[in-house]
């Protein structure tokens, strides 16, 4: 409790057997203004109905979560407290990675061709087929994840390709 007489909300979520518990940003209030039960803010008489605010910005993240959950069962993504809090910060984070690397790149390069030297489109395109022919050798796959989580490098290259 701050020196106002507010407390923050904190979100609980739980995968794997593991708790994750995080306040949210800029969610503080009364203590008798919370519905326990509900898991909502209670509503008040205010005529600037902060309730339905939080009560909004609550649903968000709660949609976030549910959005979390079907991206990693349907591309079979490991999760991870890192990957979760990563995504409910950046929510436009989770659409992305539900594309495929290789087809995004594709996307990319078709997209550069006028704007781009050729030398450096062919260069581009070769070194994403050594990843394509890495990934099928190594029978790993190849993933914004992967990418974006930390070390990504050394899980999909040994150390003296680095």
């Known amino acids: 409790m701050d020196k106002n ?12 057997g593991q708790r994750i518990r995080k306040s949210l940003k800029n969610f503080k209030l009364k203590k008798r203004d919370w519905n326990a039960k509900k898991g909502r803010v209670r509503p008040s008489k205010d005529e600037f109905k902060l309730h339905e605010s939080l009560n909004s910005k609550l649903e968000s993240i709660e949609e976030t979560v549910h959005k979390i959950n079907k991206t990693v069962l349907k591309f079979d993504i490991h999760l991870s407290e890192e990957y979760i809090l990563s995504r ?75």
């Open 88 to 162: 409910i910060e950046n929510p436009e984070c989770i659409e992305i990675s539900s594309r495929d690397f290789f087809s995004v790149t594709e996307e990319y390069l078709r997209s550069v061709k006028g704007v781009k030297a050729d030398r450096t489109i062919t260069g581009s395109r070769t070194a994403f087929n050594f990843l394509k022919d890495y990934q099928k050798e190594k029978k790993i796959k190849i993933s914004f994840e992967s990418l974006n989580s930390s070390g990504c490098l050394q899980q999909l290259f040994p150390s003296q390709l680095l």
């Open 5 to 16: 007489g507010l407390i923050p909300v904190y979100m609980l979520l739980t995968f794997n």
